[in-house]
């Protein structure tokens, strides 16, 4: 079999995904390779599929028995001969897992680190032939990683007796510059093919809120989601505790997991979320290693964890079938005081010389404080990420809180001067919370003990809430005009630049969220689409979707695997889609191979032979499928009389749900979408509207030839008590509207004059 075949039929996709060939071809070649891949991107399968194609055993080496576990499940239910040797067997096991792997049984082994040294693998080792080591999460073995394991250092050695070099692979998704310079030098690496598909997570929506109660904003989040499953991330065992017991009193399907709970019962309880039996799980960040779940549709961190590493990597578990998925985080001043405490009391370092350890504990507060930022930056937060890693991308990914925010510019200048000011006037001797307190005009003993209520700064800045004063400090510091020490007393500084606040009298502006009128929510924020696979589906595709749902629940059930290592939600929803009626169109279903298809297609066809009605609409929108991605290069949108005819008018619509009914009625995918803003500016070019500018915002009122023209303009009041108004369209205008349409052929032109009246 060559790659693509056995990329079809065992694990039934039918094209590569950026980077896989290549590592694949490399490896095909004899050659090393280090391939560095985001999570979810399919690393596996390029040591896999050579693994399968190549003479002899391709050894994987996996820092975690549940990684192993799984992977090697998923590789059986695909068909392929794999096993695994580590802890978790029993004496009898091993011996019988190694007496086959002796026998040829297994192209594929998993192996932990610690095992490559023990008599009885050498023994194997040495007398078979070694084709690869696949070294999986090869950050392991770099003491900058998140996860260092020393027994990955034994891997080097454990080559270098093999009386032949085999290939070395080796694969991760967490690089900065130092780690991956750490993979290539300690695993050897000779000459590496080497593939760097970025850091990115495009279907990650990210968001940081600052919400005054966590616990509410949690339960209102998970009520939203209350079909998908996800995890909610903590800082400590206690608050895990505490939420996930307050979550089951409020009725939600949840689990927990922390390094204080027995194995047994974190092995359970990881089990009840793998296997979708509880959709919510509450952990630690011992929680995650190794979950390979690919449905987690969104990550809560309800504390900042305390870095950027910690966060991305966490964060990583979302979303692994690559459909949308939502990572929130909850900030509060709190979870920096927490982090720092996690730093002082750090005894992971204790056996480090003194100039060692400052030095450590020197960056981990600087990758706090680079952490923080990320809640109070303004700009695009993937960028924020990717640049932390040493990439650059645009400054917009459209898929974050902040590009989808509407931002307006503040002069914070009086609040600039205020704290710089208060600095200089404290001689630069006390930390942020002293100076926030000060000129917050706060009586606490601190403010007494320092005497800072004698500052010419005191309660100077008191009717600013402390949130905003907070992002303004940080706004100062990320732009270098206050600077804060690394220790733990983390000192306020004057920098080279304080100067131009306080002497030159520089202005200081800065970007923030303009406050939403109706809700107080971040404004745009309303506007995200979300649109994943599964909301493709139309009422009877979601009744066809938990008929097959059930029906893989009961086959996990039946060979004691998690339902995603029969198939994968997307497949199912594919499955509902497409609708397959024989065997050869279910292997066009992505995820389906011929074991798989050998396996339990049967069941499948039959499931949706009995489930699936002729006539009825599965999908909410056919254009949408994939494989009738319009091409580039569409033509304009064009109204004809056949679509108009389709068209359902209401008695009163707003814009966007007319115009959206009009773009779902297209039945041409080669056509531009129709927009809501081609038709606002017909009616404002018209005279239906006039866009009036009041505080520096522009609205739009209606005028009488736009009220005679069908629409009507209804006021609500915010609750904080802004007057705004919301536009519907009567059954007239909407008439109007697509007359307009039919006339001008494709597009609208606003010249036209006199349509009213
Ligand atoms: P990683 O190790 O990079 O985090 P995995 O190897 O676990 O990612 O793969 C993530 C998911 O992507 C798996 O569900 C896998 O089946 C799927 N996948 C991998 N390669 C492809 C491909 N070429 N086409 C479609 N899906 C793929
Ligand atoms: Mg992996």
Redesign the pocket.
Known sequence: MDKYQV?KQC?G?????EG?ETLIDGILAGKDVFGV??????????FQIPALIMEGITLVISPLISLMKD?VT?LNQAGVHAAYLNSSLTARQYEKALEYARAGRYPIIYVAPERLETEAFLDFALHTKIAMVAV?EAHCVSQWGQDFRPSYLKIVKFIKRLPTRPIVSA?T?TATKEVREDIIDILMLQEPVMVTTGYDRPNLYLGVQHPGNKYEALRAFLEAHSNQCGIVYCLTRKLVEDISERLREDGVSVTRYHAGLSAEERRKNQDDFIYDRSQVMVATNAFGMGI?K?NVRFIIHYNMPGSVEAYYQEI?RCA???EPGECILYYSGQDVVTNQFFLDHNTDNDQLDLVTRRIVSERDRERLRKMTFYCFTNECLRDYILRYFGEYHSNYCGNCANCLTRFETVDVTEMARALVGCVFSCRQRYGVNVILDTVRGANTAKIRQYRMEQSPYYGSLSRIPVYRLRQVMNYLEMQGFLSVTRDEYAIVKLTEQSGRILDRGEAVVMKMAQEEQDTGERSGERKRKKETVGTMLSPAGEGLFEKLRSLRAEIAKAEQVPP?IVF?DKTLVHMCMIRPKMETDLLKV??VGAFKAGKYGEQFLECIRNNVVDDESYVVNEQLLPGKKPRKGKKEFAMTRELAEKIQYLECISLSDFVGQINGLRDDDTMKRLTIKSINQKLTADGYFEETVIDGYSRRTLTEVGEAFGITAEKRISEKGNEYEVFYYTERAQRQIVEWLLDSGNGLRCESTGLSS
């Open positions: 990329l694990f996709f039918d094209s590569f995904r896989q891949m985001p999570t979810g991107s399919g690393k596996s399968l390029c992977q998923a999986d694969f998704a390979d690919s990583g692994r079938d690559q995603y994968s992505p995820g």
